[in-house]
């Protein structure tokens, strides 16, 4: 192994592709911050209960995916695996949803942590960003969130996604259906681990990607004709709003995710360039999951969006996006003396606003002027001794390649003048 690998199932972020990642974040979270949403930041880290009680011990995140580990003071720690369960815990420890101001509406941004088997899209490192709307009860709510993920996406470009759509119930009729199914699911012809699951969380069997399963399943009970009345009319108005907001989704009776805590809507965000991990954001209702790590009622509704798969899915697209340079002015010195005086103007330039950038290490003229043109400065100032001695700096526009001198003194309030 070499010394300067990062670890299995993680990469680093580099110029010029992290600025891809950064532009994916800001927009995503650009409708969000336009819509209400504050920003919230949590540890890295938890309680290892927090995960365990909030995202279910059954689901494959805490029996099989989370880093844990032990301090030396002897408590249990978890590197988050996901974004909801520590919002809302903290939203709770602010007291957030006793400020009579209902919903709380939060956005995140991280870094989250699952002990996967690495393959492309899915690694053990990975970065979303989220939101989540506390302590409301309303369909609207619902479909603001799915109408807002798809304007981020569309926003950055992307076409080829589609929104999975369904209903898992509430506590009055997903027990009904839970039953019913695991009746149908005993039944089969399945593993041991499977058989398992049916009497944990039946409801991911359906989720199996196995084909000689996904045969056995055709007839398996719908939770569609369990929904109890009030779970319908729900999702119908769900269903209405996003569709009067002209956001086109499939309804999809299978669609069940892996986290235990969600409850009514519930959706996926696939694309279809993806290959098999093609799921780029998901989300839904969770009003069970307040009381599940000890808080009052609170139902609430987020998503979250993989930010290393949408960049994938931008890629997979052929999107480029459009990403404005970062340096405007790059700076080209010949000599010692018109190194001190061209760095004097870049430091003005940096102080008006202007991004600027300079050719360190006292470098000849070719070789710095590659640098001018890689860095996609609009303009270059150029000076030598000559230049210095009769009080001006060379300007070329890189775009034009006219070059004109222009006085020293100002070289900044020129630059400032041209880039408006
Ligand atoms: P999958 O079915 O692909 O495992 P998931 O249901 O575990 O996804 P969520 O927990 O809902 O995913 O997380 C939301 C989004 O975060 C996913 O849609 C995906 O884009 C991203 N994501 C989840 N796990 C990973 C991972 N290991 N590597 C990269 N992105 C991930
Ligand atoms: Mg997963």
């Not at 006793?98 to 509406?105: D, T």
């Not at 965000?269 to 009003?287: E, I, K, M, N, P």
């Not at 931008?314 to 002015?329: K, R």
């Not at 061209?342 to 600027?356: C, K, N, P």
Request: net charge negative.
């Amino acid at each position: 192994m070499s010394t300067f690998q990062a670890p299995k199932g993680t990469y680093d972020l580099t110029p010029p592709r992290s600025a891809t990642f950064l532009a994916v974040r800001e927009a995503i979270s650009a409708p969000l911050r336009d819509s209400g949403y504050g920003y919230i930041e949590t540890p890295g880290f938890e309680n290892v209960e927090l995960f365990a009680r909030g995202v279910g011990e059954s689901t494959d995140i805490v029996t099989k995916e989370m880093y844990t580990l032990t301090t030396k003071g002897g408590s249990q720690l978890a590197l988050r695996p996901e974004g909801t369960a520590s919002v809302l815990r903290a939203a709770l420890e602010a007291n957030l949803h006793k400020a009579g101001n209902l919903p709380v509406k939060l956005w995140y941004s991280g870094s989250y942590y699952r002990y996967e088997r690495p393959q492309a899209g899915r690694y053990r490192h990975f970065s979303q960003v989220g939101a989540e709307a506390i302590g409301t009860e309303d369909p609207v709510l619902d479909a603001e969130l799915i109408i807002l993920a798809d304007q981020a996406y569309r926003s950055l470009g992307l076409r080829q996604f589609r929104i999975l759509l369904n209903s898992l119930g509430d506590k009055e009729c997903r027990p009904v259906y839970r039953e019913a199914l695991q009746t149908f699911l005993r039944d089969l012809d399945l593993d041991e681990e499977t058989r398992r699951r049916i009497e944990i969380n039946p409801l991911r069997v359906l989720d199996d990607k196995r084909a000689d399963v996904q045969k056995q399943l055709t007839d398996a009970p719908k939770l569609r004709d369990y929904l109890c009345d009030a779970c319908k009319a729900y999702h119908e108005e769900v269903r209405a709003l996003i569709t009067a907001a002209g956001v086109v989704f499939e309804d999809d009776e299978k669609l069940v995710r892996g986290l235990d805590y969600y409850t009514r809507t519930t959706f996926e965000f696939v694309h279809d360039g993806l290959g098999s991990q093609s799921a780029v954001g998901g989300g839904g209702r969770y009003d069970g999951l307040s009381e599940m790590i000890g808080g009052p009622e609170l139902p609430s509704v987020g998503w979250a969006l993989g930010v290393d798969r949408t960049v994938l899915a931008l890629e997979a697209e052929g999107v480029e996006l459009d990403l404005p340079a970062t340096t405007s002015v790059y700076a080209v010195p010949l000599g010692e003396e018109a190194r001190r005086v061209l760095f004097g103007v870049v430091t003005e330039l940096r102080r008006a606003g202007i991004a600027a950038d300079f050719a360190f290490g006292g470098r000849g003229l070719k070789g710095a002027m590659k640098s001018a043109n890689r860095s996609g400065a609009r303009y270059t100032l150029v000076a030598g001794e000559r230049d210095l001695a009769e009080g001006v700096v060379q300007l070329k526009d890189m775009e034009s390649g006219e070059q004109t001198a222009v006085p020293l003194t100002e070289a900044a309030a020129e630059l400032a003048k041209r880039l408006g």
